[in-house]
């Protein structure tokens, strides 16, 4: 079992910065992929950013590329995710998630940290 604990979220003006944090315990992180979730009031969570645990590959949702990196440090079992040019439809409660060995079905999840992009 792995257990994560976010951090980072908070106020920033739109085209801001913030770096979002996941802080792993537990299980080898290695055998995670990494993800980033996201879920603004009245919609469903969605995807924002992952990385492989097998090669590191990420991936990105369309509305975050080239604006988000998603980066993962297996030896300070942590993964980050860089937020550039913030939009105001970026706020959102942010969640970090460990698929194991990449399985979504085995999933663990963080408690969320907010981000409100807002002038």
């Known amino acids: 079992q792995v257990q994560l604990v976010e951090s980072g979220g908070g106020l920033v003006q739109p085209g801001g910065s913030l770096r979002l944090s996941c802080a792993a315990s537990g299980r080898t992180f290695s055998d995670y992929t990494m993800g980033w979730y996201r879920q603004a009031p009245g919609n469903e969570r969605e995807f924002v950013a992952s990385?492989?645990?097998?090669?590191?590959?990420?991936n990105y949702a369309d509305s975050v590329k080239g604006r988000f990196a998603i980066s993962r440090d297996n030896a300070k079992k942590t993964v980050y995710l860089q937020m550039n040019s913030l939009k105001t439809e970026d706020t959102s409660v942010y969640y970090c998630?460990?698929?194991?060995?990449?399985?979504?079905?085995?999933?663990?999840w963080g408690q969320g940290t907010q981000v409100t992009v807002s002038a």
């Open positions: 998630a460990a698929d194991l060995f990449g399985r979504t079905w085995d999933r663990h």
């Open positions: 990385a492989s645990w097998v090669n590191g590959v990420t």
